[in-house]
């Protein structure tokens, strides 16, 4: 049996695909969760207008994120914070430190979830921090940490 994906199934397919799948996997399992289309003549036509439809949408939130990541690649970030010896900070400058100074210069679209920060900053210098606001779109800031 044939069916139009409306969602990304693993090993089968993504939306808008056409795949043959066994009667019972559609019937039972597909087909009643709304994964899936019955492969018709007018649901091949629904998916083709939804399949264009989503495909704008993604191009103007893509667009939108390119538009903040140029503005994104000029910010640059000062933190100031108590050193000890070796120039190891007594405290740490973290993701939501960072998403806090951004929603102060502006930036109230970006949570501190799409700060790409592996592990707090510990020491002093000048770091480049990736931040995620689409999947195709990570533009970097420039934080600097000085001794206080």
Known sequence: MEVILRQAVEKLGQPGDVVKV???FA??????????????????????????RLQAAENERRGGAQ?????????????????????KLFGSVTASDIAEQLHAQGFDMIEKR?????????ALG?????????????????????KQ
């Open 126 to 146: 000048v770091y480049r921090v990736p931040v995620r606001l689409h999947a195709d779109v990570k533009p970097e800031i420039k934080v600097w940490v000085i």
């Open 27 to 52: 019937r039972n399992y597909l087909l009643p969760r709304g994964i899936a289309y019955s492969a018709t003549a007018g649901n091949l036509k629904r998916i083709a207008q939804e399949k264009a």
């Open 67 to 87: 538009t903040i990541a140029t503005r994104l690649e000029a910010v640059s970030l000062t933190f100031s914070a108590r050193v000890g010896e070796e120039g």
């Open 114 to 122: 799409q700060i790409d920060l592996h592990e707090p900053i510990k």
């Open 22 to 24: 066994s009667p019972g």
